[in-house]
């Protein structure tokens, strides 16, 4: 929710209560690809988070609280409704961890699914979809959902890619933006194929990396102002 004029801040008041806090899973990895750091779940942290919130306060008026990390089997999960996930082609959920994360999105949760790769991570990440929701298809998301058109509208798909990608973009496998929806047509779970969303957030002070991927795609003219200072 975005706070309104009568909730801002004047001085001698206390500062509001944060209404959004970038939440990021926490997961053991597939025996076969432990070995980085102390998890796959790391991938572009803190920066990616630590820039994201930055910019988040700076465009729009949510109140935005520090980043935090959870496990699906903490109780302080149902605290936080946006979750993010990345290198889910490398995540080994258990059976608890898909019970609490299947009724933490049907009680009005969001995760995005980000930094997977290629056929092999795609069905490991889809084999974890269909213990999640056997009864619920993975389908494109269409340019007139919602979700696209809340702060700013996008109106075109950009893929981005990872700091490790630029310099062979044209090698890169098709994106795509997917989503698995509950029965009134509300998005539970965007996920982000052969796209490395986390990267362009964690990469915006690197000068090499694309300012018109940033952050994200789709921001006509406030792109330039995505950008760190």
């Given at each position: 929710?975005?706070?309104?004029?009568?909730?801002a801040q004047h001085p001698g008041q206390s500062p509001a209560a944060p209404e959004f806090h970038f939440a990021r899973m926490v997961y053991a990895d597939l025996p076969q690809?432990?070995?980085?750091?102390?998890?796959?779940?790391?991938?572009?942290?803190p920066e990616a988070e630590t820039h994201f919130v930055q910019n988040l306060r700076r465009l729009t008026r949510v109140q935005?609280?520090?980043?935090?990390?959870?496990?699906?089997?903490?109780?302080?999960?149902?605290d936080y409704p946006?979750?993010?996930?990345?290198?889910?082609?490398?995540?080994d959920l258990g059976d608890e961890e898909i019970v609490q994360l299947r009724e933490y999105l049907l009680r009005g949760g969001f995760l995005m699914a980000d930094d997977f790769w290629g056929e092999g991570e795609r069905q490991v990440f889809e084999a974890t979809m269909a213990r999640l929701f056997p009864d619920r298809p993975i389908v494109d998301i269409p340019v007139d959902d919602a979700v696209l058109h809340a702060v700013f509208s996008i109106d075109e798909f950009t893929q981005i890619p990872g700091l490790r990608h630029?310099?062979?973009?044209?090698?890169?496998?098709?994106?795509?933006?997917r989503g698995i929806y509950?029965?009134?047509?509300?998005?539970?779970?965007?996920?982000?194929?052969?796209?490395?969303?986390?990267?362009s957030w964690e990469e915006a002070d690197t000068p090499e990396y694309p300012v018109t991927v940033q952050l994200g795609?789709?921001?006509?003219?406030?792109?330039?102002?995505?950008?760190?200072h």
């Open positions: 929710a975005l706070a309104s004029d009568s909730a690809n432990a070995g980085f750091r102390r998890g796959w779940w790391q991938q572009d942290w935005a609280g520090e980043s935090v990390t959870v496990r699906l089997t903490d109780p302080e999960l149902f946006w979750l993010y996930a990345t290198q889910v082609g490398y995540w630029l310099g062979r973009l044209e090698q890169l496998p098709e994106p795509h933006w509950d029965d009134q047509g509300r998005l539970l779970i965007a996920m982000n194929h052969n796209q490395d969303v986390g990267d795609p789709g921001n006509g003219d406030v792109e330039p102002l995505l950008k760190k």
